[in-house]
């Protein structure tokens, strides 16, 4: 059976790091072990969680504050213990997030032009968890809504406006590891220590599905797959090997399929693009970031793409919103790497190139709108065909399909006998005198260009030819015959 590649819009999808002046570095992360979000991004500000002696505390940039960051920058300051969380709120950049040890959500308000001074005084405080709160999630579709995971087993729905929970959930027997949304906002998923995975809706706190996820005893992670009604969960096996496993939302009994990925330790975070259809595995303390395309085909309903891989391990990916990236770069998706051993924060563009056959499909559609616009000329008996020519290039001109048009170059190898300045013989138009080794021949340009100043200096038309030893050696034959007659006379 022949080999057959499988169509993909998305198989040539690479990484492409800033550059180390455009990164944002002596920034004193946070080495807190947990797994949370320690870094936030939106189209304006990023957010970064900090080392502090006392209390938590976390740094608030401009995007445009790249390079060295002072190390008396302002930060937000209120929590009374480390920060474990943050989180933009998606309807409003100037709004973030923050949970923390101390058992409190907090909400801020961050300026126009950036922090400029130390903020302690938060617009929102709520409190209701007993111990740390571990996770937080804004509602994807109604503003002023977040969801709060605690040590205390509790799932909380507060009203930010109000200061207020407006649901408690209390189905998790042990401590929650990962909660998410769905699209619309209707469902949430959660793993917990107990290896389920519990689909919840949020209305009415009824649990609409629940299975064991992965077996092993190690931190997983669940994040919905937008409108398809799947789940994706990563986790560990009996063996401590590193699974991902896709998921029914309805019926979480049995996997869709299970796919290995290694023997890691760190945890895997998943990302999900929507938009692509695509899914981003990035482990804790790893240096490379998977990628994998989502299909509705059947199994393994998963197909990997390729992989992101670099020398320094990260701590944690902030996820650039989609109103944040450069569409004229086929920017696709970007995260900021927080570096797990060092002090910097790096962009990562993912950036989508177009195949062979995708342009191949786009240049025949550009003919076709040729072919178009080329008929009434062609049906035209007024216009000569000169005249009828110049129009239909035009036309091509117009539409990309030709450019400018090209000079052919004929390159020629130089030889000993060639002056720098003459033309080789059989080279006509345009020509590049060039070395054996078919590079370009610099010492020929040094050369002529010495010879130009010869000509500029003396005036004439060619450079005055030093005598040769032999006329040197005729000189001294004929002076000396000319001494020997004086000496006769």
Known sequence: MPFKVRISKFRHVYGSPYREQDCYKNISITRNAHDGSFCAVNSKFLAIVTETSGGGSFLVLLLSEVGRIDVDHPRIRGHRAPVVDLKFNPFNDHEIASCSDDGTVKVWSIPNDGLNTDIYQWKVDLHGHQRRVDYIEWHPTAENLILSAGSDHQVILWNVERAEPIQIYRCHPDVIQSVTWNRNGTLFA??????????????????????????????SKVVFLGDTNRLLSTGFGKQFERQVAVWNANDLSKALTTETIDFGAGALIPFYD????????????????????????????????????STTPQRCLGVMPKTGLDVTRNEIMRFYKLFATGSMCEPISMIVTEAKQRKKRR???????????????????????????????????????????????????????????????????????????????????????????????????????????????????????????????
């Not at 009415?204 to 996820?213: F, L």
């Not at 981003?280 to 393994?300: H, S, V």
């Not at 036309?395 to 400018?404: A, C, H, M």
């Open 190 to 219: 959660t793993t917990c220590k107990d290896k389920q995975i519990r689909v919840i809706e949020a209305r009415t706190g009824q649990i609409i599905a629940k299975g064991i996820g992965h077996p092993g005893p190690k931190v």
């Open 274 to 309: 929507h938009d692509t259809r695509t899914v981003y595995l990035a482990g804790k303390g790893d240096g490379n970031i998977r990628y994998y395309e989502l299909t509705d085909q059947g199994e393994p309903y998963l197909y990997f793409l390729s992989e992101y891989k």
């Open 363 to 489: 240049e025949i559609r550009k003919l076709e709108k040729v072919k178009k616009k080329a008929e009434p000329l062609l049906e035209n008996a007024d216009l000569d065909n000169k005249e009828r020519n110049k129009q239909i290039k035009d036309l091509y001109r117009k539409y990309g399909v030709i450019g400018q048009k090209q000079v052919n170059v004929k390159y020629v190898v130089a030889k000993k006998s060639q002056r720098g300045g003459s033309r080789p013989a059989g080279a006509k138009g345009p020509y590049k005198v060039v070395d054996k080794r078919l590079k370009k021949d610099k010492r020929a340009t040094k050369k002529q260009n010495k010879l130009n100043k010869t000509r500029q200096s003396t005036g004439k038309g060619r450079k005055q030819q030093k005598p040769s030893k032999n006329n040197k050696g005729n000189k001294q034959q004929k002076s000396s015959m000319n001494n020997k007659g004086k000496q006769r006379t």
